[in-house]
């Protein structure tokens, strides 16, 4: 890892997996909306890498939001 948009992706892709073992039932669509933040966070770390850091701190926080609401339902 060498950049913080590494660790921060990473880290909370690492939370993901953690939030959908531990806060959700389990089922096959809260499973695709996870993988879809998952990717989000991905291309996060990319976008972030590649020097848009407005882009990607937005976006780490929407797909962030996004699995907030995902777990709630």
């Keep these: 890892m060498e ?20 806060f959700t039932n389990r089922n096959r669509r ?5 993988l879809v933040a998952a990717l989000a ?3 996060a770390n990319q976008i972030g890498n590649a020097g848009q850091t407005v882009l990607a701190v937005s976006l780490i ?7 907030a609401l995902a777990a709630k339902s």
Excluded at 61 to 67: R, W
């Design 30 to 34: 809260t499973l695709i909306e996870f």
């Design 41 to 43: 966070l991905a291309v």
């Design 3 to 22: 950049t913080i948009f590494d660790v921060v992706t990473v880290t909370c892709f690492a939370g993901l997996v953690i939030a959908f073992f531990r």
């Design 61 to 67: 926080l929407g797909s962030l939001g996004f699995v």
